[in-house]
Antibody, heavy 114, light 112 residues
Framework: EVQLVESGGGLVQPGGSLRLSCAASGFTFSDYALNWVRQAPGKGLEWVSYISSNTTAIYYADSVKGRFTISRDNAKNSLYLQMNSLRAEDTAVYYC???????WGPGTLVTVSS | DVVMTQSPLSLPVTLGQPASISCRSSQSLVYSDGNTYLNWFQQRPGQSPRRLIYQVSNRDSGVPDRFSGSGSGTDFTLKISRVEAEDVGIYYCMQGTHWPLTFGGGTKVEIK
C-alpha cells in the first residue's frame, strides 16, 4: 500500500526557515514525479512545487519561487521542501502528492507567526 | 495561469439523489501528447484530500462506481449518481496540463 508521511512542520517566526520531509513507501519511489501542495486554514488547495522522477524538471509556484527549494533522495525514498524567508501567508498544511497514487498523507502544519 | 472555475460553490443534495459539479478552465487542457490532465479530488471533513478521477474520466482504485467524470477541452463534470452520507465534503478539480498546476476553488457537497 502506498504511504506518504509528511513531517517537519511547526511554528516559526517570519523570516525563518523550515525543512519539510515526506517519507514514501509501498511503491517504486524513483519512478514517480512528486508535488508539494498546501492548504491554508479554511482555504482551498494550492500547488507549491514539482520535481520529476530524476530531478531534471523542477517547477515552483510564483508565490514561493526564490524562497523554497524542492529536492528528493531516491535512495531514501524521501522528498524534501526547504522553506526560507517564511511569511505569514505561508501558514498552511503541506502535503506531498504522487501522481502514481490517489492517496495523500496526513500533511504537516506550518505556522508562521511572531 | 489557467483559472479553474467550479460551480456551484455549495451543493445541498438529498441522500440517494444525483449530484453534478462543473469545472471550467480558462484554456484548453489538451496536452501536446493528446491527453487531458484534469483530476478530481475529494476532501472529507477533517481528512486529507484523495484523488477520485484522473485524466477526466478514469476512476482511481477503490472509488465507488457512482462517481464518474466527463468532459473535454475546457468543460468538465463530476457526477455522483446517488449521493451517500460518506460523500459529504469538498470536491476540487485540478489541471495538470499547464504550469503552474492550478486547482478549482472547491464545491462543498452537503446533505439536505
Amino acid at each position: 500500500e502506498v504511504q506518504l508521511v509528511e513531517s517537519g512542520g511547526g511554528l516559526v517566526q517570519p523570516g525563518g526557515s523550515l525543512r519539510l520531509s515526506c517519507a514514501a513507501s509501498g511503491f517504486t519511489f524513483s519512478d514517480y514525479a512528486l508535488n508539494w501542495v498546501r492548504q491554508a486554514p479554511g482555504k482551498g488547495l494550492e500547488w507549491v512545487s514539482y520535481i520529476s522522477s530524476n530531478t531534471t524538471a523542477i517547477y515552483y509556484a510564483d508565490s514561493v519561487k526564490g524562497r523554497f527549494t524542492i529536492s528528493r533522495d531516491n535512495a531514501k525514498n524521501s522528498l524534501y521542501l526547504q522553506m526560507n524567508s517564511l511569511r505569514a501567508e505561508d501558514t498552511a498544511v503541506y502535503y506531498c502528492e504522487c501522481g502514481g497514487s490517489p492517496n495523500w498523507g496526513p500533511g504537516t502544519l506550518v505556522t508562521v507567526s511572531s | 495561469d489557467v483559472v479553474m472555475t467550479q460551480s456551484p460553490l455549495s451543493l445541498p443534495v438529498t441522500l440517494g439523489q444525483p449530484a453534478s459539479i462543473s469545472c471550467r478552465s480558462s484554456q484548453s487542457l489538451v496536452y501536446s501528447d493528446g491527453n487531458t490532465y484534469l483530476n478530481w479530488f475529494q476532501q472529507r471533513p477533517g481528512q486529507s484530500p484523495r484523488r477520485l478521477i484522473y485524466q477526466v474520466s478514469n476512476r482511481d482504485s477503490g472509488v465507488p462506481d457512482r462517481f464518474s467524470g466527463s468532459g473535454s477541452g475546457t468543460d468538465f463534470t463530476l457526477k455522483i449518481s446517488r449521493v451517500e452520507a460518506e460523500d459529504v465534503g469538498i470536491y476540487y478539480c485540478m489541471q495538470g496540463t499547464h504550469w503552474p498546476l492550478t486547482f478549482g476553488g472547491g464545491t462543498k457537497v452537503e446533505i439536505k
